[in-house]
């Protein structure tokens, strides 16, 4: 059964500045119960796949010897985005990999957009080859991946993400689970990607 491990990490977003709290990052609140208003957090996990961009002609079963970091970028696994997305800082590195589809104009004359994290940004359709890795080099054979590439912002527009987001509509995904498997010794939850066998 080929898998991979998922990285987990506990988003900076709500990070709590000053804190004395060994682990600053979480969502901070007061348990109803507590007088004495000592600040808890929720944890705020995202889960990484490491995601390898390869050329159309590669074997999609084969993990490649050598990886280019720029054709590696992790990708945050959100089963609630419909299509797999790059912003454009990752995927001009390797735009040459990438087989790019039209769109029909819209109605109204206005480029196509989408919204992500608060934002919005005008992006290109496109096709991309994509594997999965991990640390150990454990390798999930590729699949062709209709995605999302984001165009650079302009200026003073808010930023787009800082990792490729891995939606639901990959065939990477296909025939596969996101398995939880206990807790490390340092209490992070453990996670895999793996082929779903019955």
């Known amino acids: 059964m080929a898998k991979v491990r998922v990285e987990v990490r506990n988003h900076p977003l709500a990070r709590c500045v000053g804190s004395e709290s060994p682990t600053p990052f979480g969502l901070p609140f007061f348990r109803p119960s507590d007088a004495a208003r000592v600040i808890a957090r929720l944890p705020w996990y995202r889960l990484l796949v490491k995601v390898v961009v390869l050329p159309a002609d590669a074997d999609p079963l084969t993990r490649p010897v050598e990886i280019p970091e720029t054709h590696s970028p992790p990708a945050i696994l959100d089963t609630g985005a419909p299509l797999t997305c ?14 790019w589809l039209d769109q029909p104009p819209r109605e109204d004359g206005e480029p196509w957009r989408m919204t992500i994290l608060g934002g ?24 062709t991946t209709v995605a999302m590439f984001l165009d650079e912002p302009p200026a003073g527009a808010s930023r787009p993400p800082r990792h490729a987001i891995l939606g639901l509509r990959t065939p990477l995904l296909d025939r596969r689970r996101v398995r939880h498997a206990g807790t490390t010794p340092d209490d992070l939850p453990v996670w895999w990607l793996e082929d779903d066998i019955p």
């Not at 800082?89 to 087989?99: K, V």
């Not at 919005?120 to 699949?143: E, F, P």
Request: hydrophobic share 45%; net charge positive.
């Open 86 to 99: 790059f912003p454009a800082t990752l995927w001009r590195q390797f735009a040459a990999e990438i087989r």
């Open 120 to 143: 919005s940004w005008t992006y290109r359709l496109g096709r991309v080859r994509l594997g999965a890795t991990d640390i150990n080099g454990r390798w999930l054979d590729a699949a």
